[in-house]
């Protein structure tokens, strides 16, 4: 809010008011200029971009741009955040996850600015009796604990609670989750299991460990198989709302079974589409709450995790700036508990440097950025006021799909879910082989030459479910082809990039092609000749003007000094000896592979 001067003056009292209309003229002037020829609402349509789920983010918010009223930090409809003070008084909770029976390393964590544990047990993880070595050490009145043990929820739950009796933890003092997750167990692996000790597990944190919550509604198993925020969210809602009706039916109320829940959703280095999906989920759990009845009930405890989706194998390091803008995303949009996953995730056990990174990841933004000084700091902007809302609508929309294919774990086990998350990320496939999703150090600015990380491997998640995808995927199929062509044959396959003319006119596309050819593991040669470079196959690099001058006859040499396929970095025309054309927008991964296939790399 403006607070003017007891004179009244006003800074911009000066400068006469400019009308929408005004500001869509200035654009279309500009895109005359390059060649677009719109006006009025086209013209501001065409810098208008695609968002999934049918949304739009268009170039310019304004007061224009209204939304319903958010409401207060701590209050119905909790879009501002679950808790009036929001994180203001410590910062979020650092939540750090540990698959590994590793209690040097739980400590290390936790001596070092972590502040509460997600240990994965049972069969992917930590074994149920290990348990007890691994928290050796640990405070438990003041370090939470939040399980994730599938099946073994109920024996990993009982341990905990043993632990929390033995070591002198007052029921009232234990905090954390017991991380019961059914229907999150079952879109991972396809097995369901017996629910009944849950609403046990339940009943008894709400009766006896007022700190405890027994379940986890997790979101991550719908976005690691490709969906959209929209379906993230969807799937969340129905899942509440499926344990709502259990827990309820077991004898709990419905303020009760709220309080047994904790949402787990991911943190994408889309910052401020992660933003608005954590306020939008509060929002809807908030209408949930209240049709239910328990209006009161309806603050969405959150926790946050950095998306395993975009983190990549090759060039891992970039992963630390994925991973912090998620974290900063996470904790505007008021996550209450946020994990970062270490950069070397995709690889294996993380090292303790890169745990300490991925904790120092949130001490910085937290004490250094003083991000949590301020409640809700995207609060009031148009642009974030209109995406939630927008979101919030196309997520209660997936919901009601959910339901009416009779709740989430008949939506699961019909296909109905799966087959909407494969639809949704075959279209981001599309977008990311075409490179109009960017993955830096993988399909833009690869590096041939880096040395490999290598980790311990993880224990094996669950599988058997809904599938498991990586932004990366197709382009790390194509490198491990070039991986294993270098290790049979001691080199990587080549192509030789043709530059015609002065450097002014062909770096801009050599420079192009060079990116686009190592996204495959093809080592481009730019020096010598053909004959020189080892090739079999060339690419033309330069100017249309210079193309038009020389391209037919520079193919027609490379193809006489032996070139099986000439390619030409430009739009398509139709020169004579030119294969094909490589450009922005191309397929690129259909591209290298049919490279690759030519020059016999399997």
């Not at 400590?107 to 994965?120: C, H, P, Q, R, Y």
């Not at 209660?396 to 949704?424: C, H, K, M, N, Y």
């Amino acid at each position: 809010m403006t607070v003017l001067p007891d004179d009244g003056l006003e800074l911009a009292a000066e400068f006469p008011d400019v009308t929408h209309e005004q500001w869509q003229r200035l654009v279309a002037g500009v895109l005359r200029k390059a060649g677009k020829d719109v006006e009025g609402d086209a013209a501001e349509e065409a810098l208008t971009t695609a968002l999934e789920d049918g949304l739009r983010t268009r170039p310019l918010y304004t007061a224009r741009d209204t939304a319903p009223e958010p409401g207060l930090p701590g209050f119905a409809p909790f879009v501002r955040g679950s808790r009036a003070e929001g994180n203001t008084v410590a910062g979020w909770d650092v939540r750090q996850r540990h698959t590994a029976a590793d209690a040097a390393a739980v400590l290390a964590d936790l001596e070092n600015g972590v502040t509460s544990l997600w240990l994965t047990v049972g069969e992917a993880g930590i074994p149920v009796p290990s348990l007890a070595g691994v928290l050796e050490g640990v405070y438990l009145d003041l370090a939470p604990v939040v399980l994730d043990a599938g099946r073994d929820t109920e024996a990993a739950a009982r341990e905990l609670l043993r632990l929390y009796a033995e070591r002198g933890v007052a029921k009232d003092a234990a905090r954390g989750n017991l991380g019961a997750d059914p229907l999150g167990h079952e879109a991972r692996t396809g097995q369901a299991y017996d629910t009944a000790p849950v609403a046990e597990l339940a009943r008894l944190c709400a009766e006896d460990y007022p700190g405890l919550r027994a379940l986890t509604v997790d979101a991550l198993p719908y976005h690691e198989a490709g969906g959209s925020a929209a379906q993230e969210l969807g799937c969340s809602l129905a899942t509440g709302v499926a344990y709502l009706r259990e827990l309820t039916e077991a004898g709990l109320s419905v303020a009760q079974a709220c309080g047994q829940l904790e949402f787990r959703y991911a943190a994408t280095a889309d910052q401020f589409l992660t933003v608005a999906k954590l306020r939008a989920a509060r929002r809807l759990w908030a209408r949930v709450a209240e049709v239910s009845g328990a209006p009161a009930a309806g603050a969405q405890v959150q926790h946050a995790v950095t998306s395993p989706v975009m983190m990549t194998r090759r060039d891992p390091w970039v992963n630390m700036l994925r991973t912090t803008i998620a974290t900063l995303a996470a904790g505007v949009g008021g996550a209450g508990s946020v994990t970062v996953l270490p950069f070397d995730h995709a690889l294996g056990l993380p090292d303790a440097f890169a745990r300490r990174i991925a904790r120092n990841t949130a001490t910085i933004l937290v004490e250094e950025s003083h991000l949590t000084r301020v409640v809700d700091p995207a609060g009031g902007s148009w642009y974030v006021e209109r995406l939630t809302d927008e979101l919030a609508h196309a997520g209660w929309e997936f919901f009601q799909e959910i339901e009416q294919a009779g709740g989430q774990a008949a939506a699961l086990r019909s296909g109905t879910i799966g087959e909407r998350l494969a639809a949704t990320w075959s279209v981001r496939s599309a977008k990311l082989a075409k490179r109009r999703e960017p993955i830096t150090g993988v399909s833009e600015f690869p590096h041939l030459a880096e040395k490999p990380l290598v980790r311990e491997p993880a224990p094996e998640p669950p599988s058997g479910g809904l599938p498991v995808v990586r932004r990366d995927e197709a382009y790390e199929a194509l490198r491990a082809r070039s991986d294993a062509h270098l290790a049979a044959t001691g080199s990587r396959p080549r192509i030789y990039l043709a530059a015609l003319g002065p450097a002014a006119a062909h770096t801009a596309r050599l420079t192009f092609a060079s990116n686009l050819f190592q996204a495959g593991g093809i080592e481009p040669v730019t020096e010598g000749s053909f004959a020189d470079s080892g090739a079999t196959e060339a690419c033309l690099c330069s100017s249309d003007a210079l193309y038009e001058e020389q391209a037919e006859t520079v193919a027609a040499e490379l193809k006489s000094q032996g070139a099986s396929h000439v390619s030409l970095a430009g739009r398509p025309g139709s020169y004579a000896g030119v294969d094909a054309y490589v450009f922005a927008g191309c397929d690129a991964v259909a591209v290298l592979s049919a490279a690759l296939d030519r020059m016999g790399v399997s």
